[in-house]
Nanobody, 115 residues
Framework: VQLLESGGGLVQPGGSLRLSCAAS????????MGWYRQAPGKQRELVAA????????NYADSVKGRFTISRDNAKNTMYLQMNSLKPEDTAVYYC?????????WGQGTLVTVSS
């Protein structure tokens, strides 16, 4: 499985960004996909996850109500809509299976929330 994240950037507090994750390879066997993030000096954490059909989603408490995960299986792409961004959302964001596949990590996309 190859994963390519995009859509990060610099945004002011309260702003929005939409991240994309393009997947290729043997993705049909992956039922549960998620977005992870790693802030400077912190461990990588799972912030949102979605089932293969998109019928069930889960969020970390820190992003609940602000982030929305979705996927378009026809395009093999997963998204993370991030609204009301806070400085503490600053991190490199990655997509991967849940639980993650150790050899599938991509480069991630950097999100910086700052005024």
């Amino acid at each position: 499985v190859q994963l390519l994240e995009s859509g990060g950037g610099l945004v002011q507090p309260g702003g929005s960004l939409r991240l994309s994750c393009a997947a290729s390879g043997i993705t049909g066997s992956i039922n549960y996909m998620g977005w992870y993030r790693q802030a400077p000096g912190k461990q990588r954490e799972l912030v949102a996850a979605i089932t293969s059909g998109g019928g069930s989603t889960n969020y970390a408490d820190s992003v609940k109500g602000r982030f929305t995960i979705s996927r378009d299986n026809a395009k093999n792409t997963m998204y993370l809509q991030m609204n009301s961004l806070k400085p503490e959302d600053t991190a490199v964001y990655y997509c991967n299976a849940v639980p993650f596949l150790g050899d599938a990590w991509g480069q991630g996309t950097l999100v910086t929330v700052s005024s």
